[in-house]
């Protein structure tokens, strides 16, 4: 799997080589369903500009490897997760276990700043659409290293859907976008009062560094329409230092990026009972994705995280997700 060139080693080599899989990958009809499905994760550091890397974490499976033409998605998250947000550690909330068994190549990226990726000194310069140039160095690395041809999907939220219209500018990289849990055109009047106001933003520039501080207490606002049980991951496993300049960029208008400019196909989909962006954010964002529109629909029963809330919500959530993406 690794690349006959002076790249870095790939990880996944030495775990497919201690699991001795070689005979299945020869003759999988031969092999035993339960080994296709056997979950590999690795971690890859990706060495971006300037000088700094971005740590990737991938899931796969001997499907992934198998599927002609092969398939990876990405996923990119908010501006207070890391890159585990998306492989929760609960039945039925791994993304990763849920994309590498139907045969994807599943990627999730910490942004510089954030997590075990290179930390900018100043927290508060950093922006979303920092995130661009790296992230399109990390989806060059992903599309050689898998010998994928056909671009990247990616499935994001949040400020990931910021990068993500950017990075679909070229098809080359990028196969389609999901977007969701994301505001675009502007924040509802209840949102507004907390977000954009003036103790709000002293409150992230009184952080020295420019790095919020988050503990366990900080995720409930995001997970009460969780199980208790991902509460608890997401207490435990999400609490850490994030850049305000994620959430001061903001403050100089919305919206703060231009989704016009995207060429790969879009599916928005947002919970209908989101009460984080104004009335009719999903259909403006919609109607300005790239040259003809994206398309749009609505997790039933969701809120403002559809993805890990109710499990019939997420379960329709990624209905929604590969129906669009896994055709």
């Not at 500009?49 to 002609?68: C, G, I, K, N, Q």
């Not at 060059?140 to 671009?151: K, Q, S």
């Not at 009062?193 to 503990?215: K, Q």
């Amino acid at each position: 799997m690794a690349e006959a060139t002076d790249a870095p080693e790939d990880p996944a080599d030495a775990v497919l080589a201690r699991a001795g899989v070689a005979a299945a990958l020869a003759d999988p009809e031969a092999a035993d369903p339960r080994l296709l499905d056997t979950v590999y994760r690795v971690e890859h550091d990706v060495p971006v500009e300037p000088a700094a890397r971005v740590r990737v974490t991938e899931t796969f499976t001997l499907r992934s490897l198998l599927r002609r033409p092969r398939r990876a998605v990405l996923h990119l998250s908010g501006p207070v997760t890391v890159r585990s947000c998306w492989n929760i550690g609960v039945d039925g909330y791994d993304a990763g276990t849920q994309d590498a068994r139907r045969g994807l190549f599943s990627f999730s990226a910490d942004y510089v700043g954030f997590g075990d990726s290179s930390r900018p000194e100043d927290g508060s310069s950093v922006t979303p659409l920092d995130q661009v140039g790296p992230l399109a160095a990390v989806l060059d690395r992903l599309l050689a290293i898998r010998d994928v041809t056909v671009g990247i999907d990616l499935v994001v939220e949040s400020v990931g859907g910021a990068v993500a219209t950017q990075l679909a500018a070229d098809t080359a990289r990028v196969r389609s976008v999901v977007l969701s849990t994301i505001m675009y055109s502007g924040m509802s009047d209840a949102a507004r009062s907390i977000l954009l106001s003036p103790e709000y933003r002293a409150f992230l520039e009184g952080f020295e560094d420019g790095y919020l501080v988050t503990d366990g207490d900080y995720y409930s606002q995001f997970t009460g329409a969780s199980p208790p049980e991902v509460g608890a991951w997401f207490a435990e496993t999400q609490p850490g230092h994030y850049p305000t300049g994620f959430f001061l960029c903001m403050y100089e208008g919305l919206p703060y990026f231009d989704p016009s400019v995207a060429r790969a196909p879009a599916l928005v989909l947002p919970g209908p009972g989101d009460f984080v962006p104004v009335p009719g954010d999903a259909e403006a964002l919609a109607r300005d994705y790239g040259k003809d529109g994206a398309e749009l629909a609505f997790v039933e029963t969701g809120g403002h995280t559809p993805r890990f809330e109710a499990p019939e919500t997420a379960a329709s959530y990624w209905r929604h997700v590969y129906d669009f993406i896994d055709v």
